[in-house]
């Protein structure tokens, strides 16, 4: 186990009663590590499951402006655990952060904060004060906008902060790839380009906003709010390697904590105040393991159940994605290899019945790998901006080295389904229209799939298959669709996709992924609704002194890349347990 002291060591870590004891040091976590122990007279001791990353040790496939790697090395992420994407679908694998700075360590960088809209309907789905006039303060709180926020306009730097933690950019145009430039040529009539992704709610084209320090680096919260100054508190221990085991209780009392290492030995932490930061699929696990859930279920574990709560681990979101690519000739494809590649974005609304404004989101990738293949693709990777089909997770034992069984149930609401097939007709309509097809190879329908993981992987013998891959792409001319149908797509074409909805839907369907963005499983709610985990301060019902703080108390998912609402949550939920906000 690795253990962070600013002081002599064990003598906070090994005190009778920690303040506050974090569980989980992701995205949130590090957060609220950072903003509780402001206060000098207030323990706080946060503990990660996985390794430390500080500007010290942060390496080289995670400092890239380019993050093609980080997620893809089984270091970085929980090794075990796997998910359904839609029915019929098979298990696959499902990439979440174990380290030290959660998501904001291994993700896209993408730094938007979705419609306001989002967050009144928080509120009115019983998240009494995260309104967007509540929560507009603590995006701003926690960011600097190096574009707009210094802004001599007031009506933009209302909307943007200056002086946060987390440093916020535009890719400059002169090092946007001729690929993405195309793209937003084309889409300019319809969705014209745009100054702001995180201004005014409007469907549009937008640089894309990305999280990165002065240097082009990224930022994970375990250095941008962690950092050294922090990290010397002497009311502050981080401890990593280590797991929640379950919560421990004096009656209905959190009281700390069991932890489990590596190597199956236990010890105890004890505070007095419990608060669990492990994300939207290990917080409910650890609910579910420490007896708050379903009591039938739990019975069924052998697990005492302490609070009985049917919506632990149930109203589990994400957002759908599709996929349609392209092959980049050498003028098209980008001159900088390192520089980030979700350079752009399209913002639209699908107009179906149901549906709100801005419902969907297309990602224009420059590359769409960190790999000699991903460089020679351009792709439009899209994705229901505001999903409506909702899964869950369950536990399959009570041992904490089980993942939970998990099942987003994509596509199961028909609005989810309908909407992907847009956007597949969307992206093939771009990169078809003439001006594109004169700059670009063969169209493909595409999705990250466990094939397309599964080659990404670092290694000898994958990247000798990717090298040759490339290789062909490059010289086959006339043959090249044949390649890509035959080795790429597996015989699937988009114009016999386009031509037969029958056929579409079953692609869509069973090609279905994910973006990364799970959330909602111990969702804050009113008193009275059965299924809310939480109040809005993040408060377990049934429990007292147990908080949650991250992506699992979303009531719905917001239209946007979920790392910066996260961080916003644990800004928000730090004041409140601190007392410091209205809505305390």
Request: proline content about 5%.
């Amino acid at each position: 186990m690795d253990r962070i002291f600013s002081h002599e060591p064990h003598s906070l870590y090994l005190s009778n009663v920690i303040d506050y004891l974090i569980l989980g040091g992701g995205s949130a976590g590090c957060v609220l590590a950072a903003r509780l122990s402001e206060d000098a007279g207030k323990t706080v001791c946060l503990v990660e499951a996985g390794r430390d990353i500080s500007q010290a040790t942060m390496p080289a496939d995670i400092r890239s402006r380019y993050p093609g790697r980080a997620y893809l090395d089984s270091t970085n992420i929980w090794q075990q655990l796997k998910a359904r994407m839609s029915a019929p679908a098979a298990l696959r694998r499902y990439e979440q952060a174990r380290l030290l700075g959660g998501g904001s360590a291994i993700n896209a960088l993408m730094a938007n904060r979705g419609a306001p809209a989002d967050y009144d309907e928080w509120q009115a789905l019983g998240a009494q004060g995260w309104n967007w006039e509540a929560c507009l303060p603590y995006f701003r709180k926690l960011e600097t906008d190096h574009d707009f926020g210094n802004s001599s306009d007031v009506s933009i730097s209302a909307l943007h902060g200056a002086s946060g933690p987390l440093r916020i950019q535009r890719t400059a145009w002169t090092r946007i790839s001729p690929f993405v430039k195309a793209v937003l040529d084309t889409l300019k009539h319809d969705y014209p380009l745009r100054a702001d992704q995180n201004g005014a709610w409007e469907d549009g084209t937008f640089i894309g906003s990305i999280a990165v320090s002065a240097g082009g680096e990224r930022i994970p919260t375990s250095i941008c709010y962690l950092d050294e100054a922090v990290r010397a508190r002497s009311n502050l221990a981080i401890c990593t390697h280590e797991t929640a085991e379950r919560i421990l209780f004096d009656g209905r009392r959190a009281v700390g904590a069991r932890m489990i290492r590596p190597d199956g030995t236990h010890h105890d932490i004890r505070a007095g105040y419990v608060i669990v930061c492990s994300g939207a699929i290990h917080s409910p696990a650890l609910l579910l393991r420490s007896g708050i859930g379903p009591a039938d279920e739990l019975a069924a574990l052998g697990i005492d159940v302490l609070a009985h709560r049917e919506g632990v681990g149930r109203n589990l979101m994400e957002h759908p994605s599709i996929a349609v690519s392209a092959y980049l000739p050498r003028a098209a494809r980008t001159p900088f290899r390192h520089e980030h590649h979700e350079q752009a974005i399209v913002r639209f609304s699908s107009g179906l019945p149901g549906t709100v404004p801005g419902d969907m989101h297309g990602a224009i990738l420059s590359r769409s790998g960190w790999h000699s293949v991903g460089y020679r693709l351009g792709t439009m990777f899209f994705w229901v901006n505001k999903s409506y089909s909702r899964g869950r997770l369950k536990l399959k034992s009570s041992s904490a080295f089980d993942e939970p069984e998990v099942d987003f149930a994509m596509l199961s609401d028909a609005r989810d389904l309908e909407r992907l097939k847009l956007a597949l007709r969307l992206g093939a309509q771009t990169l078809s229209a003439p001006p594109m097809a004169a700059r670009l190879g063969t169209v493909f329908p595409s999705s990250y799939s466990p094939r397309v993981a599964a080659v990404a992987v670092p290694g000898a013998w994958n990247a000798l298959q990717r090298g040759a891959l490339s290789l062909l792409l490059d010289i086959a001319g006339p043959l090249r669709a044949s390649l890509v149908r035959r080795v790429v797509t597996q015989g699937v074409t988009l114009n016999e996709l386009l031509a037969d909805d029958t056929a579409l839907t079953q692609f869509v369907t069973r090609s279905v992924g994910g973006t990364w963005h799970p959330s909602g499983t111990c969702r804050m709610g009113a008193a009275d609704d059965p299924l809310a985990v939480t109040d809005a301060r993040g408060a377990v019902y049934g429990v007292e002194h147990l908080h949650v703080c991250d992506a699992s108390l979303m009531p719905s998912i917001p239209c946007a890349n979920t790392n910066v609402p996260t961080i916003m949550i644990a800004e928000r939920i730090a004041d409140l347990l601190r007392g410091r906000s209205s809505g305390s």
